[in-house]
Nanobody, 121 residues
């Protein structure tokens, strides 16, 4: 089986920074992409940022220029550096990984349990 374990959420003041981490473990043959979604109360889950195994990144317009996604392929880990945080960034952040397990011929999406990020003074 596959597990995605997130860390790094918390409470931060507006203008502050946080760094999220997500490590994938288990019977992983190959990872195609990893990234982050978020969901605020009463809103739909939205893509924040993603990174492919080739290093190509994409960002939501609302975070572009403030957030940076990176990965460590050797550790099956993805990071999200969040700077200049705003109250509207408050949400539960979910890590995802599109990966192929041993014995499988297809890539499936796996999810972490979510980590709360609260931006408030």
């Amino acid at each position: 089986q596959v597990q995605l374990v997130e860390s790094g959420g918390g409470l931060v003041q507006p203008g502050g920074s946080l760094r999220l981490s997500c490590a994938a473990s288990g019977s992983i043959f190959s990872i195609g992409a990893m990234g982050w979604y978020r969901q605020a109360p009463g809103k739909q889950r939205e893509l924040v940022a993603g990174i492919t195994s080739g290093g190509r990144t994409n960002y939501a317009d609302s975070v572009s220029g403030r957030f940076t996604i990176s990965n460590d392929a050797a550790k099956n880990t993805v990071y999200l550096q969040m700077n200049s945080l705003k109250p509207e960034d408050t949400a539960v952040y979910y890590c995802y990984a599109e990966l192929r397990t041993y014995g499988s011929n297809s890539y499936l999406t796996y999810w972490g349990q979510g980590t709360q990020v609260t931006v408030s003074s």
